[in-house]
DNA sequence: AAGGTATAGCAAAGTACTAG
DNA sequence: CTAGTACTTTGCTATACCTT
């Protein structure tokens, strides 16, 4: 590997203009920028044979200077634990950090709440498993007749917005962070996982909200009548460890969600609708819960880059650059914030 | 020449707010 | 309560380039 540290650029041009730049920008300026440790890096493709010593990552990609040739190798940063294990775990502790960020409101009510996808018609009764017109029971208001599920899925993310606003209505200091949840077999009678969204999602409100509010507003907005909102400890990181376990599940779990969606035939140039993968987000959070994403992944660069400079301080050389980049990748520790 | 790769750029999802 | 809209953030895909 080279010497110097790859940095990318703070506005990169796209693949078109970063050539068309090349290609009218002197020589000389470009080295100039590349000796000043901004090169114009891409890729070119996954190392051969796998991982790589020093960078953490399943399927390391190679990185090459436009410019002065310079090469790197990072890792793939894939969300999904079926391509690359360690990626996917960096980016489940990320959410974590951003799942952590809002619990230590010491004012107020923490909940944790779990909210299910409807179903075919149900009685009100607990235990029935017959249809409400043949038991003489109740009919439970979220029991939908010919229930389709893939369009309930594409929809999902509206039914949530409603269920938001709603409550936010009620209590306009409201903050939350969600997670997705794809719904398996595993809790169900029947075994059979439907690929059902669930929503996880940690909530704050300065006063009390009563379940019997939140399942209103819940089955008005679409849901089903099955949830749970147990009020937790503030600080309590269980919720954050759980809705983060579950982010990067179900970012692994697209291609077994029924989704309705438009399908283009790319013969034909048709655009019809039918069963597509999902598309769905697998977390969301209100602007007030606490550091977004960019913010973590902000930190992890400054802490990375003070690692780095502290290892080439300490005579350690080369091996800093090296370390600087796996170092970006990894947490900087909880609670004490990098300084640059 | 075909196949395979991840990114840059953009589309879509999601939040928050306002007006009717 | 719903629709409209501006804005932020996440996820998808057309692209250029490398390997076979």
Not at 5 to 14: A, F, G, T
Not at 26 to 33: H, K, M, S
Not at 230 to 239: F, H, I, L, Q, Y
Request: glycine letters at 8%.
């Amino acid at each position: 590997m080279a010497a110097s540290q790859s940095v990318r650029d703070e506005s990169p041009p796209s693949q078109h203009d970063s050539l068309n730049v090349s290609s009218v920008e002197p020589l000389a300026t470009r080295l100039d920028r590349c000796a000043r440790g901004t090169h114009r890096m891409h890729v070119l493709g996954y190392v051969r044979h796998g991982s790589v010593a020093g960078v953490d990552c399943s399927r390391p990609l190679r990185w090459v200077c436009r410019d002065c040739g310079d090469f790197d190798i990072r890792p793939c940063k894939n969300h999904r634990s079926s391509k690359c294990k360690p990626c996917a775990l960096r980016y489940r502790s990320k959410v974590r950090r951003v799942a952590l960020s809002g619990i230590n409101r010491q004012t107020g009510h923490q909940y944790f709440l779990t909210a299910t996808a409807p179903s075919d018609p149900h009685c009100m009764r607990p235990g029935c498993s017959r249809h409400p017109g043949e038991c003489g029971h109740a009919a439970c208001p979220c029991g939908v007749e010919g229930f389709d599920l893939a369009r309930w899925n594409a929809a999902h993310s509206s039914m949530w917005n409603r269920f938001r606003t709603a409550l936010r209505r009620l209590y306009p200091d409201l903050e939350f962070m969600r997670g997705v949840e794809v719904q398996e077999g595993d809790h169900r009678s029947d075994r059979a996982g439907r690929g059902a969204l669930h929503d996880h999602a940690m909530m704050w409100a300065s006063v009390p909200i009563p379940p019997a509010t939140v399942k209103a507003l819940l089955v008005a907005a679409g849901f089903g009548h099955s949830f749970d909102l147990p009020e937790v400890a503030p600080g309590s990181k269980r919720a954050a460890y759980y809705v983060a376990k579950y982010v990067t599940k179900a970012a692994d779990s697209r291609a077994e969600v029924p989704w309705w969606g438009e399908v283009v035939d790319y013969e034909t140039g048709e655009v019809s609708e039918g069963l597509v993968d999902g598309r769905y987000r697998t977390w969301s959070m209100s602007r007030g819960w606490g550091l977004t994403m960019a913010a973590v992944e902000e930190q992890c660069r400054v802490y990375a880059r003070a690692r780095a400079a502290e290892a080439l301080w300490l005579g350690m050389g080369d091996a800093a650059r090296s370390l600087g980049a796996s170092w970006e990748l990894s947490d900087p520790p909880i609670g004490s914030p990098p300084s640059p």
